[in-house]
Each structure stands twice: as C-alpha cells, then as structure tokens.
C-alpha cells in the first residue's frame, strides 16, 4: 500500500491527465445520447402520441371478433392464431367504417367465394303435379226428352265403350207415341196444310228423333211403340241411372258418355310459377301409372283464378289419347323450361348469395383494391326468381364482386362488429363483456324469437307451401322447413304473432301441425306427392322437446353460470345455455313439463331480467358488482 502511494505522488500529474480526459469523454457520449433521446420523444410528439405512454395491443380472431385478448395466442373458438385488432382495417383515405375485413386465412377458413355480377338470359325450369282429366268439351249428358218407361237396355254396366249412333236403351211413350200419330194425320193433309205438317215434323225433331227415324215411321204408316235412344257421341258410358222397368220423366238423366280419345292433364302451379308459363310452351310429362313412357304437350290454358286455399292455379294441356292408355286421375308429373323475358339480358345472381329476413333481400358486396378481403352490406330488390338465380331489379351494377358462398359467416361477423348486417340494418355497437353502454344490440335481438315446430309433408311443393304460408303470417322473419326431420324452423316477432297462430295458417293450406290437423278437403286437393302420412291428435305427446331462444339480460361469467344454472334448476329443461354477445338464452325443454314462460320466471327470481319477467330490485342489487348489468326497459 505505501509502495501504491508512492507510485501516484511521483506520477500525480500523468493521473491528473487521465481523469480529466476520462471526464470529457464522458460528456461527449453522455450529451449525444440525451439528444438523441429528445428528438425521439419529439418526434414521437409530432407524430400525435407518446410512445412511452402507448395502449397495449389488443389481439383478436378474424373469424370471431367477439375474442379479445391482450397478447397474442390461439382463438378459442375455432383454434386460429389471433391477429391484431388494427390488422383487420383496411387502410387508405376511403375507407368505410362499415366494412367487413378479413384475413386470407380466415377467408380461406370460411369458405367464402365470389363471382361478378352479369347479365344474362333468365331461364327457369319448373317441376308440376297434376292429373289426367277428360276433356270436358267430349262429355254428352243424355237426358230424357219425353216421359216414359224403360223397356230394354242394351248398356248394361259404366265403362261400356258405345260408338255414335249406337242404341242404349229401349223406351216406351205415350207421348210419343201421340206425337207419332199427329206427325201421320199431318201427312195426310201435306198439300193442302204444309205447315202444319212441318210443326208436327218438328216436334219430333226436337225430340230428337233423326230424319231416318221419322222417315220411317211416314213409310210403315203406323206410329212406333218402342223407341231407341241412341248415343249422340262415340265414348265411355261413365254413368248409367235407370233400370228396366224405370218410369223417367222429361229431363230426367239417362246416360252420361265421354270420349276419352282426347284428355286433358292438368298441372298445379304456384303463384311464383306463372309469370313463367305462357300459352304454347312445351311440358314433357311423365305418368305414375305408365313408366318408361314419356308423352309432350302444349300448353294450352292456364286458370286466371288462384285456388284460395291450395294457392295453386291450373295449367292445361291437351294431348291424344286414340288407344285410351291415359285415363283419368292418373298421376303426372311435368316438366317446362321457360324463358320468362325472352332475348332480354337481365342482371343475375346466385340464390346462395342472397340473404332474405322477410322484408329486406341482403348481398355483401367485395369492395376493390384491399390487401384483404373486404365487404359491405347492400340491400338489393330482387325480381322473379331465375331457376338457381334471381333477376336483381335495383340495388346492384353489372361487374360488381358479390360474395356467394360464406355468406352467413360474413353478417354473423358484420353483426358481432356491430356494422350494418342482415338483422340490424342501421349497425351499432355490440354489447359484450362487462360493457354498460349502448343497448341498440339487444334490442335489436329482442324483437326475435326462434321456434321449431313439427310439420307434415313429403316434398319440395311441400316445402315450398308450408315456408309460404308461414312468411305470410304478418312478424315472420324467416322460416325453413326440413324435410327429413319435419321441423320447420322459424324467427318470428312475439309482438305481433306466436307459433299458435303460425301453425294455423299452415294447417289452412293443407298441412298437418303438432297441434293443428288440416282440413280433411283441403288435404284432398293436395297434389299426389304431397300426401304425406297423416298426423294424429297424439302426434304431439311424441314431441319430446322443443327449443327456444329467450333475451336474458346480463354480463359476465358469474351472470352465465347463474343464468344457465336457474335455467337447468327447472323440471323439464334439457339444454341451457346463454351467450353473453347476444344476450340470448338457448333452451331445450319438454313442453309436457314446463314452458318458457316458467323458465323466465325462475331467471327473474335470481336477479336476471327477461325479455318478460323483470328481477326484483333488492335481488339485482345484491349481485357482484361486476354482474350489474343495466336493467331491461319494459
């Protein structure tokens, strides 16, 4: 140690040296870096913010927006990896607030593609159920033209084919037979009292005596006791209503004669059918009772009245029948390609790229020139429909990008964004989480209730005429009946209808509900393929659940697990389950056990208003704070 102070004495000044240098050294590093420091936070500030103070980034799923996350990670949900919230922006000066953005991936994942909208040719092909019928102008009622009795019949039996002219009965007359006698006495006086001759002779005409007839009974000079009656057409006897041995009287039915060497088939079409059907176009028809045959036919009459309860109208064609192989009530079925508006070019797009919520037809159009796919809500106003398309009237421009697969995916997206989307048109804020602001969203969804009920039938005509008599039930949203299961599943405002009321109107047009039977004629004037297995009055004690959806107003998970677990407490209930997104209860239940209005009783009683019940204030106030949801307004 003192051999270290010796060292310095004799070598202060060297040491001086270096400690001043090392000193100015150290201010010249040390200043450049406080600079530089400044003019970050400078530019920072110029910038619009500090990036010392800057949020954190929220991650999100391009699929389920609803997912919020303060890292990165997995989706929960559909296991993808969580993006950026700001990468599902679309950048540039003219960009919508109302977008949809999506990822490739996340495209990808959804399967949504598009197509340009074109013009084209509408062209549809129309499948009809009809009959076989007779020709109603070859049908001859034979009627008795003078009083009498029936002597002889040479028919005997319905279905006797007779030719023109043939004999059908023999019949006796005292009417006649005076007739007769005036027709000879005026004979005798022809020269000199012609007309009365010809009064006479007309008489018997009018009885309809032939020339022949009358011509014999001047030869023989005698009047004729037994007369034939003759058929007046060749054709099928179909009715016979006397006996040997009847007395008729003047007027009375004798005979009723169709010719069958012709026959009408009529096809039922529906009312979205008939501005494609014009007189003169081609139906190909098949017939139940004849396989492997086809027949083709002109239309040649088409019914101006709709039948009001099977809102069907007929569509007629005539065909030849010469070895009588049609007959009637046999089954056919047709088959018409039409092309409504000729040679004119229309704008055309897909069915599956249309949404329908009962008043409104949605697309989503593919905006151009994005990095990622990018899509806006647009209302459109369709026209006929088109086979696999509809003819777009207003609201969309030829080579315009639509997307036509995905479609759901893109509003279920548009609706957790709270952009503008099939059920909520004007957009707003999605209330999720613990959020207590906006509640345009759940009043939105409050004006929807969901309902499956069981519906009898066998076909597409089927279906067609159970979802068209449900959508005209004033507060039907949407309604979609499946074949397989016969459920028909529907939307529907409980404000200004109920399933009751519903399945009413579907029984009026000829099908069978769980709790409506149809009419046993309307059921009868059903096409062939549209009767289906009756439903009996037990049919509903088979229905073991039903399914609902309820508005529950609440927050977090605490208020899920207490929902859910109230829901699940009462007998009967199957399934609960509540989404916190759309304040919407799912329930399974056994309506023999209990029914929604019970279940929303049991959720009021812990502290949930409902879309009915509204809780009791000491229970809401004894929540957690973070399940103090804002109270429902009734």
Known sequence: MKKLFKNIKENYKLVIGVLIAGIFLGWFFFH???????????????????HSVEEPTVWTCSMHPQIKQDKPGLCPICAMDLIPLTAMKTAGDDVDVNEIAMSESAAKLAAIQTSVVKKGTPHKILYLQGKVQADERN???????????????????????????????MIYSPDLVAAQQELLEALAIRDSRPSLYVAAKGK???????????LAIEEQGEPQVYFDVLSPIAGTVTMRQVAVGDYVKEGMPLFHVVDLTSVWVLFDAYESDLPWIRKGDKV?????????????????????????????????????????????EMFASGLLESQKAGAAKVLLIPKSSILWTGKRSVVYVKIPDRETPSFLYREVVLGPEAGAFFVVADGLEEGEEIATHGVFKIDAAAQLMGVPSMMNPMGGAVVTGHQHGDRSGLEEHQSR??????????????????????????????ANWEAERQMLHMYFNPQKTNVDGIQKDIARVGHDTEKYKADEAVYETLPGC?????????????????????????????????????ARSVDGVIVAEWNAETKKLHVSYDPQKTDVDAIQKTIANVGHDTEKYKAQDEVYNELPGCCLYERLKY
């Open 32 to 50: 450049s870096s406080g600079d530089s420091v400044m003019s970050s936070r400078e530019i920072a500030k110029h910038e619009g913010h500090d």
């Open 139 to 169: 049908m001859a009622q034979l009627t008795a033209r003078f009083g009498g009795r029936i002597e002889k019949l040479f028919i005997n039996f319905t279905g006797q084919h007779v030719r023109k002219g043939q004999k059908l009965a």
């Open 204 to 214: 018997l005409k009018l009885w309809d005596l032939t020339d022949e007839q009358i």
């Open 284 to 328: 190909d028809f098949t017939i139940q009772a004849l396989p492997g045959e086809n027949f083709s036919a002109k239309v040649s009459y088409i019914d101006p009245f709709i039948n009001g309860k099977t809102r069907v109208a007929k569509v007629r064609v005539e065909v030849k029948n010469p070895q009588l192989t049609l007959k009637p």
């Open 449 to 478: 209730v969901h309902a499956s009920v069981k519906v009898a039938g066998n076909c597409d005509m089927c279906k067609e005429r159970i979802e068209t008599a449900a959508r005209s039930v004033d507060g039907v949203i949407s």
């Open 530 to 566: 549209c009767r289906f297995e009756r439903i009996d009055s037990k049919v509903s004690s088979d229905i073991k659940t039903r399914h609902a959806m309820i508005t529950v107003a609440g927050n977090c998970d605490m208020c899920k697990d207490r929902i859910e677990t109230a």
